[in-house]
């Protein structure tokens, strides 16, 4: 029953011994059953202010949307050459921001590190979530939005496809792929959590869940198969979502757009995908368990761990974005060398330095342990690091048509209009209602493996305490007993 | 769309362009390559082109406020630069250049856009498909002239008020909201010479058809024709400037001036320009 | 003979696990240790080892998607591109390669995502109905021993389930 990574547990608490725990060893299953399904029930005030805030924000976006369907992208502000502005800038935001939730779920999962197991859920509801919301935002750049499915690979009796040379093509495809995918392994991995509800609600919610949760029952062959499964897409996962975002990375990196035709973007993208993420993941978490009492689970060792992860991949990203800074400036290409001096010393200087302070200084903060564990600053934190990478994707888009390789570009000073501002509202609106429906109707902490989690590891307690004799203490205390 | 001809003509699909011997005047659909020669010597900044364009190809005058929000949608414009240092009067400093699309051979347009609205013709132009155009923009992202021009209005309704939907080329479309659109050589002109010259079971003969521009031109600046032949008038400049189409980057002594925009990026543009014999000296 | 259920509950996983273990030893007449079904809350692969080689199949169809989407997603995107006849784009070749190998990578994932999924229905066998002796005592925290065996073996093994302190025994006909 011990096996290698169980082992080494072992060893890792043996020599923190002393440390907090995850999660509380001793708490008993049913009672897990019965706090997270309260979570689908009564949740504080606070959830519906989110909900009403959001819903009301994301009627904003729509009549915003309503008002460019009608009038024309003019409304938007933007102009030749300044075609593409901050929809093309929040798209890649929000798709970064998927990423982090296939890091908690598929990477975490294989590499065994079960802290991961109370807090990936609403995280794999994110990737979901925040990937819809991109979705929607190549609808909105769109000049012509109804005739959309062009892009599609449809047969027609033209025989006209759409052109697979494109990385708009690649972008639908990788996007199409990694939302399905995505939302499939949030609905697998779900469904012993909904045979839960299944078997704990009533009237239409019974049928409701009935209907989700195919007739699992936990049998042998059913858990087989499901292990099988997980694993499986959770490894196709991975390689999915780094190509996602070095597809979208590609976007910019095969035009000859100075600033953009950069080699290091894909990985560059991946960091800072990985990285606002994992801002987001903090938000969410300091908000999730405060609305829905989820202190038990969400506990503050988990956060900690989360925050140094955002931490190592703060470094990451400040790393590759150096990278990019002293390619260009040792470089031999004089447009993107200017492109680099205008980012920085022109219109848009003020919003570049603060991203580079946002993105690179303030994850400092986190490496003090008393910042870490402190709840207020790391919502102030996390929210000021997803300000940043915000930043981040508004400066690789905008900049570069003020200052692109042919001099006529040179003088056009273009600012966002009211609409484009309005609609990115909306859709931070649009996510956060989605999301919050979802914590309401679905478990967003996975019961089941909340239970493996004090399983395994009472088990390994077990095992360091006395090896060979079952001590019967522990093996009521180990969540056994009900 | 079958694995047969997908094998039967695999090299032919894995061809790269440009290539010599892509255009032959004896090779059927090959015999022409619309070109341009633009002398700057020549050129005064007039403006002329430009608004020949505007009557030519239906071409929507936006007004004062979004021509300052950069709306603007002249698919032939003028540019003017201020690089000659004049004491007495810096007006006399001013250079002219007209710019439209290159026409490149290997444009960046084409590759990028999403539908495939943009893609290359047999004469050599970067053909521009209104209806299959969802308006992505990533083409004029990816073009290194910005010579390409978004509807971000719905100029049908609001730029010509009646009576002037009277004015129209009936030969060209007005453009709705939300499409692309930039210079075409006047598509609809050599598409015309063109078939009248088949009917006659002959080639379109030098100078028997000009775009607007160059017809419009006062001081004949702009020399337009079918480089493929290699008697017509622009085939010729472009030998005696050195300027071969198939190269990126050419070889040439410096008594020639002439050069295409931004080479070293490999698009293979169609327009050569000229540069402008330059008073500095004295 | 007539064949009939029975479920067993236990809290203890220890004791289910060795009340598997001794009902395989025992040989019973009418009784087949592969009509024995775990039900549990949790992923037990090791008391699942207990009742014998059930294998899964789910990779080979894994295996089959991510193939079919590879091969056949290049097959679609070359062959359509090929229908753009004289079409070229960017002095690109037709077909070029490279961002030909972007797409059928995502189709190679695409494919290798849903098939696997598809053979996770097939293989779980869901959606299904619900066992008539299921209880919800097992999405929470007790395990239970779904057996189907003979009506003549059925005493003897309630009561090696009563020995391993089953918490609840429910027969068919007791719902």
């Given amino acids: ?482 | 769309m079958s694995i047969t001809n997908l094998l039967n003509n695999w090299s032919f699909y894995r061809n790269k362009r440009p290539y010599r011997g892509q255009y032959d005047l004896n090779k059927e659909y090959s015999e022409y390559k619309w070109a341009m020669a633009l002398d700057l010597d020549i050129c005064t900044g007039c403006n002329a082109c430009t608004t020949a364009c505007y009557a030519e190809n239906n071409l929507p005058v936006v007004g004062k406020k979004r021509f300052h929000h950069g709306q603007v949608m002249h698919w032939i414009r003028i540019e003017r630069y201020w690089d000659e240092k004049m004491v007495d009067f810096p007006e006399q400093g001013a250079s002219f250049l007209p710019m439209m699309c290159q026409q490149c051979e290997a444009a960046p347009c084409e590759t990028v856009c999403p539908v495939g609205a943009t893609s290359h013709t047999n004469d050599g132009l970067n053909s521009q498909n209104y209806h299959r155009c969802i308006g992505s923009r990533y083409c004029s992202a990816n073009c290194p002239y910005k010579v390409r021009y978004f509807n971000f209005w719905n100029y049908p309704s609001t730029a010509w008020p009646a009576p002037l939907p009277d004015q129209l080329n009936p030969d060209v479309t007005v453009r709705t909201k939300g499409i692309m659109e930039k210079c075409t050589f006047c598509v609809q002109r050599l598409n015309e010479a063109k078939s009248r010259a088949r009917t006659e079971y002959r080639l379109v003969r030098d100078g028997e058809v000009v775009p607007a521009c160059v017809q419009a031109c006062p001081t004949s600046a702009i020399t337009f024709g079918n480089i493929v032949d290699p008697n017509s008038k622009v085939a010729k400049m472009w030998k005696n400037q050195q300027v071969d189409l198939y190269k990126d980057l050419q070889e040439k002594d410096n008594t020639v001036r002439g050069y295409r925009i931004l080479e070293d990026l490999r698009p293979f543009p169609s327009v050569m320009y000229m540069e402008r014999i330059r008073d500095t000296e004295a | 003979m007539s064949k009939s259920h029975m479920l067993a509950l236990f809290t203890d996983f220890d004791e289910a696990s060795n009340a598997i273990r001794e009902l395989k030893a025992s040989n019973l007449e009418g009784f087949n240790i592969k009509d024995v079904t775990l039900k549990s809350p949790i992923e037990h692969p090791e008391i699942e080892e207990l009742l014998g080689k059930r294998p899964v199949y789910v990779q080979f169809f894994t295996l089959f998607g991510a193939i079919f989407g590879g091969l056949g997603g290049f097959t679609f995107i070359s062959s359509s591109q090929a229908t753009f006849l004289l079409q070229p784009k960017g002095g690109k070749p037709v077909i070029p390669i490279p961002p030909d190998m972007v797409l059928t990578y995502e189709l190679f994932i695409l494919f290798g995502v849903y098939i696997t999924v598809l053979g996770f229905f097939i293989g779980a066998k869901l959606p299904m109905k619900r066992h008539k002796l299921y209880n919800a005592r097992v999405s929470e925290d007790q395990i239970g021993i779904l057996i189907k065996a003979d009506d003549t073996a059925m005493p003897a093994i309630k009561d090696l389930m009563t020995r391993h302190k089953a918490l609840e025994i429910i027969g068919e006909g007791s719902k």
């Fill in chain 1, 1 to 482: 029953m011990i096996n290698t990574f169980e082992e080494r547990d072992v060893a890792v608490e043996k020599r923190f011994i002393h440390k907090e725990k995850d999660i509380r060893e001793d708490i008993a299953w049913a009672q897990i059953n019965k706090d997270v399904l309260k979570s689908l029930e009564r949740p504080r005030m606070l959830f519906w202010v989110i909900f009403i805030a959001s819903l009301a924000l994301f009627m904003v976006g729509v009549s915003c949307e309503i008002y460019q369907y009608q009038t024309g992208m003019g409304v938007a502000n933007l102009d030749n050459p300044h075609v593409w502005g901050l929809y093309i800038g929040t798209f890649i935001f929000w798709i970064g921001m998927s990423h982090s939730g296939t890091l908690l779920s598929a990477i975490l999962h294989i590499m065994h590190a079960d802290w991961r197991k109370p807090i990936y859920r609403f995280a794999e509801a994110m990737t979901t979530f925040s990937l819809m919301t991109a979705g929607l935002f190549v609808m909105v750049h769109l000049g012509r939005v109804w005739q959309f499915y062009y892009v599609v690979a449809y047969p027609n009796e033209r025989w006209t496809w759409p052109n697979f040379q494109s990385p708009l093509v690649w972008d639908a495809t990788a996007i199409f792929t990694y939302l399905t995918s995505s939302m499939i392994f949030l609905y697998i991995g779900m469904i012993p959590d909904l045979a839960i509800c299944r078997d704990n609600a009533t009237g239409f919610r019974k049928s409701f869940y009935t209907f989700l949760s195919l007739g699992w029952m936990g049998t042998d062959r059913q858990w087989a198969n499901f292990r099988v499964t997980y694993l499986t897409v959770a490894c196709f996962l991975i390689p999915l979502a780094v190509s996602v975002h070095s597809i979208v990375a590609t976007d910019f990196a095969v035009s000859q757009q100075p600033g953009w035709h950069i080699t290091s973007f894909p990985p560059y993208f991946v960091a800072g995908a990985l990285y606002s993420g994992c801002a987001a993941i903090i938000t969410l978490f300091i908000v999730l368990r405060y609305v829905f009492r989820f202190e038990e689970y969400m506990t503050m060792p988990i956060l900690e761990k989360t925050a140094k992860l955002t931490f190592a991949i703060a470094m990451v990203w400040t790393y590759l974005n150096l990278v990019e800074y002293s390619s260009t400036w040792y470089g031999d290409d004089m447009y993107a060398k200017q492109a680099l001096i205008y980012r920085a010393t022109g219109d848009f200087a003020p919003y570049w330095w603060m991203m580079n302070f946002l993105g690179s200084v303030v994850p400092f903060t986190l490496a003090f342990k008393r910042i870490r564990n402190n709840i207020p600053a790391m919502l102030v934190i996390s929210i000021l690091l997803n300000v940043g990478m915000w930043l981040e994707r508004w400066m690789i888009v905008s900049p570069t048509f003020a200052n692109g390789i042919y001099p006529w570009t040179w003088d056009h000073d273009q600012w966002p209009s009211l609409v484009q501002w309005g609609i990115v509202a909306g859709s931070f609106g649009w996510f956060n209602m989605l999301f919050m429906l979802f914590c309401k109707i679905f478990p967003s902490v996975s019961m089941y493996e909340v239970k493996e989690m004090v399983y395994h590891r009472s088990l390994v307690r077990k095992g360091t305490e006395d090896a060979t004799q079952i001590n019967p203490e522990l093996a009521v205390e180990g969540g056994i007993a009900s």
